[in-house]
């Protein structure tokens, strides 16, 4: 989930409660580039709407600019979610069934069973109309003295299960605010976590293209190693220690594969030490190492043996 791209899509206005509902679903599935490729029955499922409401929603979505599709073939549909395009005047009005349902209703005719009557319409004088009461006909039968008042009523259940809003439906109600939803200490967490990814990400790419000429790959396995690396060593050393290991560290598996974030995962605290005394460790000065550990325990072994034979000669 990037908390960054969450936070930036809920104060978008404009949508449909499912439109919004598939924009949340696609940025919790998302990484910090907004980019996410989740089938439509996971949506479905998710949101609690049908296939067919969610791919209308996709749709709209597209052409408000919220979302790029790119349909990628014997794979799934790869989503990028771009809440700064997003531009509700570019997408239509309503989908297909919608319109027709507009059309069929004469600019004439009375209002709809749950259409609201107009703000300085006059009411009656011994009782007054609901919002969404019916309007009496001429010949109706009156309303039982016992019935229970209009006011207490549900209004009448929407049967298009929330695919669109129809102009009998009542606008959704406003987003709660966005710091309401995102400052929690949990959260900020998360976020102070993912900027140090991003940061530790982009001193790793700068780095590996200086050296290769090309960008690395980046993909859901590499993202989580890179979590986890941030994860050992903290948010401040994580990307001068990425950066030294593509630039400094020359061992031959490592160059063997190509500077692998996964080797970086495995020796982080062994290459943040060679970082803080600035210098790598290669090949050839660990054998040279090794062999004046070896000497220092030669000679250590030569003066317990004469230590010990004196020691004998004076007994």
């Not at 229970?148 to 669109?164: I, K, S």
């Not at 140090?196 to 790793?204: E, I, M, N, S, V």
């Not at 001068?240 to 692998?260: G, K, L, P, T, W």
Request: with cysteine; proline share 8%.
């Amino acid at each position: 989930m990037s908390t960054i791209i969450m936070a930036a899509c809920w104060p978008l206005q404009g949508m449909s409660p499912a439109q919004k509902a598939v924009l949340i679903s696609l940025a919790d599935q998302a990484s910090d580039d907004g980019v996410c490729w989740p089938a439509v029955g996971t949506i479905a499922k998710r949101t609690c709407l049908s296939e067919r409401a969610v791919r209308d929603a996709l749709a709209w979505l597209q052409a408000s600019g919220a979302v790029f599709r790119e349909y990628r073939p014997n794979t799934s549909t790869s989503y990028t979610i771009s809440p700064k395009r997003y531009d509700p005047a570019k997408a239509p009005e309503g989908s297909k069934r919608a319109n027709s349902r507009k059309k069929a209703v004469p600019a004439d005719a009375a209002p709809g069973a749950n259409a609201a009557p107009p703000a300085d319409a006059a009411s009656p004088a011994d009782a007054a109309s609901p919002a969404n009461a019916a309007s009496p006909g001429a010949d109706a039968a009156p309303a039982p003295a016992n019935a229970a008042p209009l006011g207490g009523q549900m209004p009448p259940p929407n049967h298009q299960l929330n695919h669109h809003l129809t102009i009998n439906e009542s606008l959704p109600a406003a987003s709660p605010p966005v710091e309401k939803l995102v400052a929690t200490p949990v959260d900020a967490v998360e976020t102070q976590l993912q900027a140090a990814c991003k940061a530790t990400w982009q001193a790793y790419s700068d780095a590996y293209f200086r050296r290769y000429g090309a960008k690395p790959v980046r993909n859901q396995t590499v993202n989580s190693k890179v979590k986890q690396f941030v994860q050992r060593l903290g948010h401040t050393e994580s990307p001068e220690v990425a950066a030294f290991y593509v630039d400094r560290v020359s061992e031959r598996f490592v160059i063997q594969r190509m500077h692998d974030i996964g080797l970086l995962l495995s020796g982080a605290e062994g290459y943040r030490t060679q970082w803080v005394a600035g210098t790598a460790m290669t090949e050839t000065r660990a054998k040279r190492a090794d062999q004046s550990q070896s000497n220092y325990d030669a000679a250590d072994e030569a003066m317990a043996i004469i230590r010990a034979n004196r020691e004998k000669k004076g007994a």
